[in-house]
């Protein structure tokens, strides 16, 4: 099977999704949009122009059976073609923006594409058409337990002072980084935030077992899959309530989901003073690279296969593959 990969920025998540693909012996060709993507910074419509006629020569040059986009700016573009079916896998910050004419983008994609995948129970349930929950998979041997005084020894942090991590880049206004100051300065501890950014993703297990806690004070998410990679590692987390952090690890004790602060900072304090890890991990399991392998693989092999109803008259419907 080919499939012809449409994505914005590759992202850590894509990229396993596509190389847990190819162990199964899908061959993808990526093909992402011109120019470079930073932060809360966007590329503007030369960009996008640039890249339909890119899609329709690679089209052109080889044999896809299927296209598969992912997130919905890229959608009309795996829709203009109209001989191979059309996956479309949104991401969140597509279907739940705050920007309108995103969300319109969106929606439309996903009403024309053949399927569609939404990653996390609430994005679910803000789409109106049939679709196929799939969560992005963790790389669960990457992501794993390693001993906090090990870690630190490796990246050479030289403490025994409790370390809560910011796994973002501070200047980001809608991760809230002056809020991740203001409870961790109101924690009854001796507790240092340290901010982490621009480091090699298969470096980021080291930077979470080192640390005490993750802390995510973020306005708005549509995962994160920092979170999913934190619980992994069976690392406390201490978040706001956003995106699937809720589903993921709200029952997990030592872990704290909360949009107050004074919620925020006792979670903080307990996890500084206790050198006991949560059992995160187990609330991840159903959610590793091969169980979203072979659920993507399987729903490429129905929608090749088998007809596909197009309707968008019948009531929104999600399947869940086990």
């Not at 449409?6 to 990526?30: K, Y």
């Not at 910074?41 to 992912?70: F, I, K, M």
């Not at 619980?231 to 956003?242: E, G, R």
């Amino acid at each position: 099977m080919n499939v012809l990969q449409l994505v914005t920025s590759p992202r850590p998540f894509f990229d396993q999704q596509v190389s847990t693909l190819e162990a199964r012996g899908v061959e993808c060709t990526v093909l992402s949009v011109p120019g470079e993507y930073n932060g809360d910074s966007t590329r503007g419509p030369l960009e996008y122009a640039r890249y339909y006629p890119q899609v329709l020569g690679e089209l052109r040059s080889g044999e896809y059976d299927l296209v598969h986009a992912n997130y919905g700016l890229v959608a009309p573009f795996a829709l203009a073609q109209p001989k191979r079916p059309v996956v479309l896998t949104l991401w969140g910050t597509d279907l739940m923006s705050d920007q309108d004419w995103l969300r319109t983008i969106t929606r439309q994609g996903a009403r024309f594409a053949d399927a569609v995948v939404a990653p996390s129970p609430a994005m679910s349930a803000a789409l109106e058409v049939d679709h196929e929950l799939i969560p992005f998979g963790v790389d669960t041997d990457r992501f794993r337990p390693v001993s906090k005084a090990e870690a630190r020894d490796q990246l050479g942090w030289d403490t025994d002072e409790p370390i809560a991590l910011f796994p973002y880049d501070p200047s980001r206004e809608v991760k809230d980084y002056p809020r991740a100051q203001r409870v961790v300065e109101r924690a009854d501890a001796d507790v240092e935030l340290r901010a982490v950014t621009g480091v090699p993703h298969e470096e980021i297990p080291l930077y979470m077992n080192a640390s005490d806690l993750l802390l995510v004070t973020s306005e708005r998410e549509s995962g994160p899959m920092v979170v999913k990679e934190a619980a992994a590692c069976n690392v406390p987390i201490v978040s706001t309530d956003v995106g699937f952090v809720r589903e993921t690890v709200g029952d997990v004790t030592g872990c704290v989901v909360s949009d107050d602060d004074a919620a925020l900072v006792d979670g903080i304090e307990r996890a500084a003073e206790t050198s006991i890890r949560p059992d995160a991990r187990g609330a991840i399991d159903g959610l590793s690279l091969e169980s979203m392998g072979d659920r993507l693989l399987e729903l490429y092999y129905d929608l090749l296969e088998g007809p596909v109803d197009g309707s968008t008259d019948q009531a929104a419907g999600v399947t869940q593959r086990a």
